[in-house]
């Protein structure tokens, strides 16, 4: 098995790709405590200075919270390939395939304009955000404003808020009127 791996936007964060798929959708597991729903997961905390680890589609993205990654790196890609060598699933049984989603908020004459948010998001954000190791999700819409939750290599990441503002908040308002401002949440 050859895992590859990649730098992202995020110093902190490095995306490691096994070659195959990972999960349908995304998880998020910001603290060691979130992944006991995941051995895989379990296995990249138990390395002393990881941080956060996020599975998208077809990679992992793992954050560091002290150390090196020339001495990280080795480790963490052990772990992922025992983990996939072993057979196990990436979640335990009952644990979801994806992150659940808070409740959305938004008022009901604005569903059209949600619709077309979250159709700019899923073909033409999410994809650009994946490729830096993260993920982007629609949490609300209120008085012009689209509150979205940056997840992944992109939480915490020193470019989010250019990504936000320059990116995706200049996407939006080009493409839907109601569209004047884009904050994360």
């Known amino acids: 098995m050859f895992i590859q791996t990649e730098s992202t936007p995020n110093p902190a964060t ?19 405590r979130d992944a006991k729903a995941s051995p895989l997961a379990s296995a990249i905390f138990a390395i002393d200075g990881v941080g956060g680890v996020f599975f998208g589609p077809d990679f992992i993205s793992v954050t560091k919270s002290s150390g090196d990654w020339p001495q990280l790196k080795p480790a963490i890609l052990g772990a992922i390939m025992e983990h996939f060598m072993s057979g196990e699933p990436i979640l335990t049984p009952g644990a979801g395939e994806a992150d659940s989603s808070p409740d959305e908020f938004f008022a009901p004459e604005h569903a059209e304009t949600v619709s077309q948010i979250k159709e700019l998001l899923e073909t033409r954000v999410r994809p650009t955000v994946a490729a830096d190791g993260g993920d982007i999700v629609f949490r609300g819409f209120k008085d012009g404003t689209v509150y979205l939750h940056m997840k992944g290599a992109c939480s915490g990441c020193p470019s989010s808020t250019a990504t936000l503002k320059r990116g995706v908040q200049n996407l939006l308002c080009h493409f839907i009127a109601e569209v004047k401002l884009v904050e994360q949440v």
């Open 14 to 32: 490095l995306k490691f790709l096994p070659g195959g798929p990972v999960l349908n959708g995304s998880r998020d597991f910001p603290s060691a």
